[in-house]
């Protein structure tokens, strides 16, 4: 069962912007890296950016840096802005929870069900 449930998916233009959010029932211990994964169809899952919960500290695939923006707010929600979408973009987004620095999905212990985000060009 998900422990983490996402939402703010949708579909948009090239260009267009979308704001996800992760909502974690319970509590995030300070220890936790909250982070965003995706995956296309066909493809691998791939590493987004994430967030160390006690500091704040971020970290962005290539891919994303300067378009994207993981933030965190009271009481335990992770959110992703998306700006500036491309095509490229699209996939199912998924927010995972875990304790290391790591962009390795097998290092996130927690995931949710995932939201889809389609760009049409």
């Known amino acids: 069962q998900a422990q983490l449930e996402e939402s703010g998916g949708g579909a948009v233009q090239s260009g267009g912007s979308l704001k996800l959010t992760c909502a974690a029932p319970g509590r995030i211990y300070s220890s936790a890296v909250m982070s965003w994964f995706r995956q296309a169809p066909g493809k691998e899952r791939e590493f987004v950016a994430l967030?160390?919960?006690?500091?704040?500290?971020q970290l962005y695939a290539d891919s994303v840096r300067g378009r994207f923006t993981i933030s965190k707010d009271s009481p335990y929600n992770v959110h992703l802005q998306m700006t500036s979408l491309k095509p490229e973009d699209t996939a199912v987004y998924y927010c995972?929870?875990?304790?290391?620095?790591?962009?390795?999905?097998?290092?996130?212990?927690?995931w949710g069900q995932g939201t889809q985000v389609t760009v049409s060009s």
């Open positions: 967030i160390r919960w006690s500091t704040g500290r």
């Open positions: 995972a929870r875990g304790v290391q620095w790591s962009t390795a999905a097998t290092d996130f212990t927690t």
